[in-house]
């Protein structure tokens, strides 16, 4: 589909919603209503819409290494720029979820004409959720593969201004596939294990006859635990989550019979803790790429270390992270690193914030010019 056929798609989309909403306004049936939280919604006896949006505004200033070539620059742009449908169809137990991003990313910008920095707008999740059964519910579609706490937590419920070097490295994000997952009825246990194409989203079909397993374990003993960073809620009880993941995927772009079949394995282990004002997050991950006969696979790994405190409840926090990737176990000098101090100033929640942060990162490998970048960035986030 062309970029502008999906202009005219998401117009009409958003001509409906609004029709919709201005005949409800002004005709309401029993049994229907709309208003607004967190988001306008429509709802009947059959199904809801819920149409939000999130927008986020940056500011990036790079200071290069002494030694690099390159200068200083800074630059503003619009990372996200999202627009997200979700409610229930014909029973409140199919549940559904459509998020679209205007900026897209430039990994979808392929063929004549695209250059490094052009971005294209593309479909981020698109999925429904069966859920009759809370221990074991079903989803299909296109949606985050359950590994990376980080990545699993919403962009948009970040502490920092983004996520770490390792988890960009390591969790494999929005794939194609199916999942089934659930939770004991006290909260206590819950687990999500997926099938995938494994190659990322918005593709047509799998590029190799394999797929990707991923299965994730976790246990929240003081009750659930919601995948957010930063104590907004103030608890006056310890809040934890604790748990691992196991990934597996088939690598190798090939069909054919006699290629070697190769696999990606990724273990994550996890700890997030919230109390009173304290956030805190460590996340490890290992994999192992298998290469061709004769040639020894390569093992790698990486980790975040990440805390925050609130100055002011609810209001003005500081907190610091440290990350580090080592992308062969085996190779000399090719670590990096990642070290930032960050500041977040929340109006309303996660909905209406600032976040600024300062720091460091690092690459052995690029030594000994342009190893070492400084790195400021501001962000203004609008959810509404």
């Not at 695209?114 to 479909?123: A, Q």
């Not at 390591?170 to 089934?180: C, I, K, N, T, W």
């Not at 019979?257 to 997050?281: H, M, N, P």
């Not at 070492?372 to 203004?380: G, K, L, N, V």
Request: hydrophobic letters at 35%; aromatic letters at 14%; one cysteine or more.
């Amino acid at each position: 589909m062309t970029f502008k056929g999906r202009r005219v798609i998401m117009g009409l989309a958003l001509a409906l919603a609004g029709s919709g909403l201005a005949a409800a306004q002004t005709a309401q049936p029993e049994g229907f209503e709309w208003g607004y939280n967190k988001g306008v919604y429509w709802r009947g006896p059959q199904f809801e819409v819920k149409l939000s949006t999130r927008t986020q505004f940056r500011y990036t200033y790079t200071m290069q290494d002494e030694d690099s070539p390159n200068e200083d620059s800074g630059y503003f742009n619009i990372p996200r720029a999202r627009l997200r449908l979700d409610g229930f169809a014909w029973y409140p137990w199919l549940k559904y979820k459509i998020q679209y991003d205007f900026t897209g990313d430039s990994d979808q910008c392929t063929g004549t004409g695209c250059d490094s920095t052009e971005r294209r707008p593309d479909l981020r999740d698109l999925y429904f959720d069966i859920t009759r059964a809370p221990w074991a519910s079903v989803r299909l579609g296109q949606f985050k593969a359950p590994l990376g706490i980080q990545e699993m937590t919403s962009s948009g419920d970040q502490e920092f201004v983004d996520r770490s070097i390792a988890s960009e490295r390591f969790a494999p994000s929005r794939q194609q596939g199916v999942m089934l997952f659930g939770s004991s009825f006290s909260k206590f246990f819950g687990y999500e294990g997926g099938l995938f194409n494994g190659n990322s989203r918005n593709k047509n079909n799998n590029d190799n006859p394999g797929y990707m397993y991923v299965l994730r374990l976790h246990l929240d003993p003081n009750g659930e635990y919601k995948l957010s960073e930063a104590a907004l809620d103030n608890p006056q009880q310890v809040n934890y989550t604790v748990g691992a993941a196991y990934m597996n995927n088939t690598v190798e772009q090939s069909f054919a019979e006699t290629a070697d079949v190769l696999s990606q394995e990724t273990i994550e282990g996890f700890f997030a803790l919230k109390y009173k004002r304290l956030f805190v997050l460590a996340d490890y991950y290992m994999r192992t790429d298998e290469q061709l006969p004769g040639t020894p696979d390569i093992d790698s790994n990486g980790y975040v270390a990440q805390v925050g405190m609130f100055l002011v409840p609810k209001k003005i926090e500081v907190a610091l992270r440290y990350s580090e990737v080592d992308p062969n176990d085996d190779a000399d000098n090719d670590d990096q690193t990642e070290a930032r101090i960050g500041f977040g100033w929340y109006f309303s929640g996660h909905d209406l914030k600032f976040q600024a942060d300062y720091g460091q990162v690092e690459n052995d490998a690029l030594a000994p010019a342009g190893d070492s970048t400084q790195i400021f960035r501001a962000q203004m986030q609008i959810v509404f």
